[in-house]
T-cell receptor
Framework: DAGVIQSPRHEVTEMGQEVTLRCKPI?????LFWYRQTMMRGLELLIY????????DSGMPEDRFSAKMPNASFSTLKIQPSEPRDSAVYFC??????????FGQGTRLTVV | DQQVKQNSPSLSVQEGRISILNCDYT??????FLWYKKYPAEGPTFLIS?????DKNEDGRFTVFLNKSAKHLSLHIVPSQPGDSAVYFC????????????FGKGTRLSVIA
């Protein structure tokens, strides 16, 4: 298995533009997590899905953020409109439900 | 509020010596603890874990100790190698599973040759 695949690896966009981050979890994993890494807050959970159903989105900072998981092999995190303070590294991770989660390589987002 | 705390943002250790990274948690419901290692421009990768029913788990050069009464865990790396230089994240999970890991802010370890 290729592991968790995220795209794009890097994204530079202008303030106000829509940004979509993509994630393909490991096949057979039924939990998917979106995390954001910043210097100030470390790795913070944004939202997670179990069996494609959103369970907890309380970590989503604002209504500008939304996430979907239309099927077991794909998830998106969308920011509309984007702002400079959204600049961070966004990680997707998947797991079988207990214990270890496997992370993708992340998307480094820069909003100018 | 930070449920998992890594109070040392950075640590420098000489090659061959022991590295000790510390982690404290506040939520007594956590029953499983993990350490992840992260290199620049890569995602965190799992290193070692421990269940709350144990107080020690060892894997080669890496040992994790858990003190439940103090709500404290530590990662020992011995001997430290330059390739161990990375950011180390402590994480915790609460039952019954299918819940997300809660991470600390990380400690940057530098092993000096």
């Amino acid at each position: 298995d290729a592991g968790v695949i995220q795209s794009p690896r890097h994204e530079v966009t202008e303030m106000g533009q829509e940004v979509t981050l993509r994630c393909k979890p490991i096949s057979g994993h039924n939990s998917l997590f979106w995390y954001r890494q910043t210097m100030m807050r470390g790795l913070e959970l944004l939202i997670y899905f179990n069996n494609n159903v959103p369970i907890d989105d309380s970590g989503m900072p604002e209504d500008r953020f939304s996430a979907k998981m239309p099927n077991a092999s794909f998830s998106t995190l969308k920011i509309q409109p984007s702002e400079p303070r959204d600049s961070a590294v966004y990680f997707c991770a998947s797991s079988t439900g207990t214990g270890e989660a496997f992370f993708g390589q992340g998307t480094r987002l820069t909003v100018v | 509020d930070q449920q998992v705390k890594q109070n040392s943002p950075s640590l420098s250790v000489q090659e061959g010596r022991i590295s000790i990274l510390n982690c404290d948690y506040t939520n007594s419901m956590f029953d499983y603890f993990l350490w992840y290692k992260k290199y620049p421009a890569e995602g965190p990768t799992f290193l070692i874990s421990i269940s709350s029913i144990k107080d020690k788990n060892e894997d080669g050069r890496f040992t994790v100790f858990l003190n439940k009464s103090a709500k404290h865990l530590s990662l020992h790396i011995v001997p430290s190698q330059p390739g161990d230089s990375a950011v180390y994240f402590c994480a915790a999970e609460r039952p019954p599973g299918n819940t997300p890991l809660v991470f600390g802010k990380g400690t940057r370890l530098s092993v000096i040759a």
